[in-house]
């Protein structure tokens, strides 16, 4: 971790312009260090050794060059404060430091939105945020709900921990199932999951069929699920059937599914 970070924070990184330019030729380290620099801190205890640096690298002008290197999935834009970079990263160690205010460089709320964008991330912040007094008073709402359901890399494991933390303010509605319906990864298993804990609220909608018709990768999974779990309520409209000839990979063996069921 030392090596990372005291990496990070040299000076020749802080006002370079040409730096993206120069990596792959002189510094090569630089990449490495800035993709995996806070996996190697393992939680706040241990990041209060580095707290000079990190206020460097986290703070300081050298925090737009490594985040302009390191490779987020979900980046829209670039993260614009400490809050940010714990959610996009998913560094629960970080989260659970501005959380309890360990230093005062080091210090930030999180907004109400926090929840949102940390469900479609992997699991470690948003539990830190599920389960810390300082943002228990935000809502789970149906928007983060959503966002678990859409989270194609860890969506069951989000979802699991909502359930399981802030079960009684969750509300799975139409656009939860049919959002968890086309999630092209994981889409059975969250179906799976809703259908278990909380299967009296999940409809199975006609949204809800042609989402899993559709659905190219994941789709044959969650409506074989469907018909054995749901099969006397589904209705196959000309809609549905229409949706699985549109699934590009699966389409003819979709049409055999619903077909023979």
Not at 120 to 134: A, C, D, F, N, Q
Not at 147 to 169: F, I, Y
Not at 236 to 252: P, Y
Request: proline letters at 2%; charged letters at 25%.
């Amino acid at each position: 971790a030392s090596t990372c970070i005291n990496y990070l924070s040299f000076k020749d990184f802080e006002t370079d312009p040409k730096l993206l330019d120069k990596i792959s030729e002189f510094y090569s380290l630089f990449k490495y260090a800035s993709n995996f620099w806070y996996r190697h801190i393992h939680n706040s205890n241990e990041a209060q050794e580095y707290l000079t640096t990190l206020q460097t690298i986290l703070r300081g002008p050298n925090s737009e060059q490594w985040i302009n290197v390191s490779q987020v999935i979900v980046m829209e834009r670039p993260p614009l404060s400490l809050s940010e970079i714990a959610i996009y990263y998913d560094i629960a160690w970080l989260a659970n430091m501005l959380l309890n205010k360990v230093s005062h460089n080091l210090s930030e709320a999180f907004h109400n939105d926090c929840l949102v964008h940390s469900a479609r991330s992997s699991p470690g912040v948003i539990k830190e945020l599920l389960t810390h007094p300082e943002t228990r008073r935000i809502r789970v709402t149906e928007k983060v709900v959503q966002a678990a359901a859409h989270n194609w890399s860890s969506g069951k494991e989000v979802m699991t921990l909502l359930l399981h933390e802030r079960g009684s303010e969750m509300k799975i509605t139409e656009e939860v199932v049919k959002t968890a319906a086309g999630n092209s990864n994981s889409g059975k298993e969250m179906m799976k999951l809703l259908l278990k804990e909380r299967g009296g609220e999940v409809k199975i909608t006609e949204e809800v069929i042609k989402a899993a018709a559709i659905n190219s990768t994941d789709g044959m999974k969650v409506m074989t699920l469907l018909l054995h779990e749901r099969g006397s309520e589904m209705k196959i409209t000309e809609e549905v059937v229409k949706a699985a000839a549109r699934n590009w990979m699966h389409g003819k063996k979709m049409m055999t599914l619903l077909l023979h069921e």
